[in-house]
């Protein structure tokens, strides 16, 4: 059974009156969690996506521990052009290396169309497994927006000022178009698979775009994130858009196609509201590290956030980015209590 429509964490996605704040955190599948650790193993996560009991045993251990209003379905941005076969491995404490950089025009015949079902069939036999177990509680599927997939093809890897990124764009912005345009249809055919297989909501991870200027991002970029959106919209589940440093671009994120956007904590949320308009929910936004801190400042720093909401609808707690390995899981414990009681002045 689907979750209801008037799951709080549904509801405030739609920029309704939820009944309480809903909350749910970046990165609660895993991370912190010592059960997590327990089961994981020592393979790569690309390993454990794979393996559908495991992967809806990880994505339920937060539910339940802490009681979130939504689950995040454990997985990885790279899943899908991983299973297209162009050798993407997720090396520990690096993150997503790619043995082949994308380089030229014939590298785009690798990029072919994604068969959800053929592909990664692993992934949507995941989703159903846990909108049978999770009940009430919507289920998040998600995707990497085309241009963090592409900084990662590039550039083979991470990278702090994704140079070899930025000189594709403005260098070949014709090639950098298409590149662009492969990753969104991959984009779309993941989302629909795994909505069409039970997901409440969608969340596009744009997680580096927060490198690029206002008229970067709308000229190079936006064009193929807006083509995401409008390729999930007749679904009709709410869709979040997420990006690190992205002040300067919240209007751009909503202006792309998105219902929720995802603010971190370097933007006040009432600031935040305000460049995005009555009519964009928002997600976010504690600084992740604050959480290491002892409890009454986690609590102080918490409050603030709710505080700058004033009351809205449409606000989904979260953190600004996602869960700090070394965070105690009894904190977002006390923090799920604290959202859920608290009471706009």
Not at 120 to 131: G, S
Not at 213 to 242: C, N, Q, T, W
Not at 306 to 334: K, M, Y
């Amino acid at each position: 059974m689907p979750p209801p429509r008037d799951a709080p964490f549904l509801l405030a996605c739609r920029n309704r009156p939820a009944g309480r704040v809903p909350v749910w955190f970046m990165r609660q599948a895993g991370r912190s969690l010592p059960e997590y650790r327990e089961i994981r193993g020592t393979g790569s996560i690309l390993d454990a996506v794979r393996d559908p009991g495991l992967a809806a045993e990880i994505t339920l251990q937060p539910v339940r521990r802490y009681g979130v209003d939504a689950a995040i379905l454990y997985n990885d941005i790279v899943v899908p052009v991983a299973a297209l076969g162009l050798g993407v491995e997720i090396q520990p404490g690096v993150g997503p290396v790619v043995a082949e950089p994308f380089r030229d025009e014939p590298d785009l015949d690798r990029l072919r169309p994604l068969d959800p079902e053929a592909d990664c069939p692993y992934v949507q036999e995941t989703v159903r497994a846990l909108v049978g177990e999770l009940g009430d509680v919507p289920l998040i599927g998600f995707a990497g927006a085309p241009f963090t997939v592409a900084s990662y093809l590039v550039e083979g890897g991470p990278s702090r000022t994704l140079g070899a990124t930025k000189a594709l764009m403005l260098g070949r912005p014709d090639l950098w178009a298409r590149l662009l345009d492969r990753l969104a249809g991959i984009a779309i055919a993941s989302l629909r698979a795994q909505v069409l297989a039970g997901a409440s909501a969608i969340q596009l991870f744009d997680s580096w775009v927060g490198t690029l200027s206002p008229a970067m991002y709308e000229r190079h970029v936006m064009p193929a994130s807006a083509k995401v959106f409008a390729g999930v919209a007749d679904l009709g589940v709410p869709a979040i858009h997420f990006g690190v440093t992205t002040g300067e671009l919240l209007p751009l994120l909503a202006k792309a196609g998105a219902t929720v956007v995802g603010v971190d904590w370097r933007v006040p949320l009432d600031e935040a509201r305000a460049r995005l308009g009555p009519d964009v929910a928002v997600q976010g936004n504690l600084d992740p590290a604050i959480c290491l801190a002892p409890w009454p400042a986690v609590a102080a720093a918490a409050r603030d956030v709710l505080a700058a909401n004033g009351g809205r609808p449409g606000h989904v707690f979260n953190l600004g980015h996602g869960v700090l390995p070394e965070t105690d899981p009894a904190v977002l414990e006390r923090l799920v209590e604290l959202v859920h009681g608290w009471e706009a002045p």
